[in-house]
């Protein structure tokens, strides 16, 4: 009985190192648990149908979840070079009443020049006048075609509006004017604003004119009761 015990293991020896050596030596030999070598790889954004840990079916494609391309969390900043990081800092304002009252002290992080008015105003012409009319007086063809009626004029109503609300009004929307905030960068919503500031002074670039109407909605917004 022990003999062949013997023999049986110097024959299992003689297969097991016959089979760990090939004559391939690059080879790495013969794989016992391949699946730990080459896990399955999940690409990013591509769309395998199904979520493995919610998959039925039955679901509509829109329904199906795929792990691999989820959205980012609330608040994620773009990795980005530190002049577009500005404009990426998540908006610190509320979409509410009492949001947009406070936002009358956000400051525009770009310089109020006659480039920057500029900029603003070739974005104006495509996306705002046809409502706010060429010199921003609630005259535009969708206003006089009688669409939406009562669109306040910049250099009237609207003469000492901080940028801080029409920034909040640009991306939240107000009123009958939607939101921009898909159509226009945060970056863009500043430019558009530079010029409808030139639009506030009657269509002149005036280098501190906003200014002072900024300052003195700050001091309002620092008289308001609590
Ligand atoms: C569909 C028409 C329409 C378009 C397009 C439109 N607006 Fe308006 N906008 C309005 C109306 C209506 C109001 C008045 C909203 C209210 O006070 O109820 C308004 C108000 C405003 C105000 C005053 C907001 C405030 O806080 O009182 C600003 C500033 C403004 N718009 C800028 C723009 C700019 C810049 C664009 C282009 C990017 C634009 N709007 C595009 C219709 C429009």
Redesign the pocket.
């Known amino acids: 009985m022990n003999k062949r015990r013997t023999y049986l293991l110097i024959v299992a020896g003689v297969a097991l190192g016959a089979s760990s050596c090939t004559t391939d030596k690059n080879s790495p030999g013969t794989e016992y648990m391949p699946d730990m070598y080459r896990s399955p790889a999940i690409e990013a954004y591509v769309d395998y149908g199904m979520d493995p840990y919610n998959f039925s079916d039955s679901m509509a494609v829109s329904q199906r979840n795929t792990p691999s391309a989820r959205k980012p969390v609330a608040g994620t900043i773009p990795y980005g070079s530190q002049e577009n990081l500005v404009f990426a800092l998540p908006y610190a304002y509320d979409n509410t009443t009492d949001g947009?009252e406070a936002s009358a002290v956000n400051r525009s992080p770009i310089a109020h020049s006659q480039e920057n008015a500029d900029k603003g105003k070739v974005?104006?012409e495509r996306?705002?006048k046809?409502?706010?009319g060429a010199k921003g007086e609630?005259d535009?063809t969708?206003s006089t075609n009688g669409f939406?009626l009562?669109?306040?004029s910049?250099s009237g109503k609207?003469a000492d509006?901080p940028e801080g609300?029409?920034y909040?009004?640009?991306t939240f929307g107000?009123?009958?004017?939607?939101s921009?905030a898909s159509?226009?960068t945060p970056k863009e919503?500043w430019e558009?604003?530079e010029?409808?500031k030139v639009l506030q002074n009657g269509g002149k670039f005036v280098a501190d004119a906003p200014a002072a109407a900024v300052a003195e909605n700050l001091a309002d917004a620092e008289n308001a009761p609590e």
């Open positions: 947009y974005i104006y996306m705002c046809h409502c706010h609630g535009g969708i939406i009562g669109i306040p910049y609207l509006l609300k029409m909040h009004t640009l107000k009123g009958l004017m939607g921009h159509q226009l919503r558009v604003i010029y409808v």
